[in-house]
């Protein structure tokens, strides 16, 4: 029932953006979570079984200067990781010119390259910072350092954009992360002008949903980077849909400390880069109330990002 069940909200709904499908998620996810814990099995048996033993994550790489992200690339290696992922701007980037950007991107990569060799992969997110001749621009200089993906080079919602620049870049794209649903996902990838992309399943329709945008995918040989925000919820669906669905690449590791650590009775182990799976039955967690009744909802605003003249940035 529980395809149903989507089913019978989203088309019955007038109004469809991605608020709705964000609760329709959480909602999705639960029920799954329930399903499996009746029948005593973990989800990604439900979903179709294993398709791997453990699910590969990335780390981040942090730092402002090259002796910083040398230094943070060099610490995740070391701590396992042969997948990374770097935002190639600083603070105050806002405030430079775009050859000022360019430039010192193409620096803080290049030092990340040379310090961890050919044999760690690495990813850019450049969080939609960047008009489409920047992006074309900044994505023909980095060509020789083997950049894995080229995330969010501007904002998808234009795909026709997005279009654009992959007419004119050798780097692999991958976007998605503010997709909810799988039309979008299905014209994006028609398109042919992604190699990887990025549904989060707290907002794409959660399993029932994320698992039809992966089997579109699978068809076109693209691959499924799912886009993860941070909860011990998140964490523990995600490594589940990873685990059934053979077009899975990768995703982020997001460890996890103080409260959300607190609300759940065990988190999922990340050893040598990968999470190991469990065989718990439903999503393998299981929330402890208590805990949870300490952090109650916080208020919190929105802080943006401008450009000298006050224009936004991001």
Not at 60 to 70: A, K, L, M, S
Not at 126 to 148: G, Q, W, Y
Request: a negative charge; one cysteine or more; charged letters at 20%.
């Amino acid at each position: 029932m529980i395809e149903h069940h989507y089913q019978v909200v989203s088309r019955n709904t007038h109004f469809m953006g991605a608020a709705l499908s964000a609760a329709m998620s959480a909602v999705d996810i639960a029920l799954w979570d329930i399903l499996g814990k009746s029948l005593a099995v973990p989800v990604y048996q439900l979903l179709g079984g294993k398709c791997r033993e453990k699910v590969k994550v990335f780390e981040n790489v942090r730092g402002e200067t090259v002796q910083q992200v040398r230094a943070s690339a060099r610490q995740r290696v070391e701590q396992g990781f042969s997948s990374l992922r770097m935002t190639p701007f600083v603070s105050g980037f806002e405030q430079q010119t775009g050859t000022q950007n360019i430039s010192t991107a193409v620096e803080l990569v290049g030092a990340v390259r040379e310090e961890v060799g050919d044999g760690v992969d690495l990813g850019l997110e450049i969080h939609r910072n960047l008009r489409p001749e920047e992006a074309i621009a900044l994505a023909t200089e980095l060509e020789p350092l083997k950049i894995l993906y080229y995330e969010d080079p501007l904002a998808p919602e234009s795909i026709e954009a997005v279009e654009y620049i992959a007419k004119h870049i050798r780097l692999p794209i991958a976007t998605g992360e503010r997709f909810y649903n799988i039309y979008q996902f299905k014209d994006l990838i028609d398109r042919k002008v992604v190699s990887l992309i990025r549904p989060d399943l707290s907002l794409a329709g959660g399993f029932t949903q994320v698992k039809k945008v992966a089997a579109i995918a699978e068809a076109a040989f693209v691959g499924i980077f799912p886009h993860l925000m941070g909860s011990p919820v998140n964490n523990a669906a995600f490594a589940h849909l990873a685990a059934a669905i053979p077009n899975y690449t990768h995703t982020e590791h997001n460890a996890l400390t103080g409260p959300m650590a607190e609300i759940v009775d065990e988190q999922m182990a990340v050893e040598g880069g990968y999470r190991l799976l469990n065989d718990r039955p439903g999503i393998g967690i299981e929330i402890v109330e208590q805990a949870l009744a300490k952090y109650p909802y916080e208020r919190w605003a929105i802080k943006g990002s401008f450009h000298a003249d006050g224009s936004v940035a991001h």
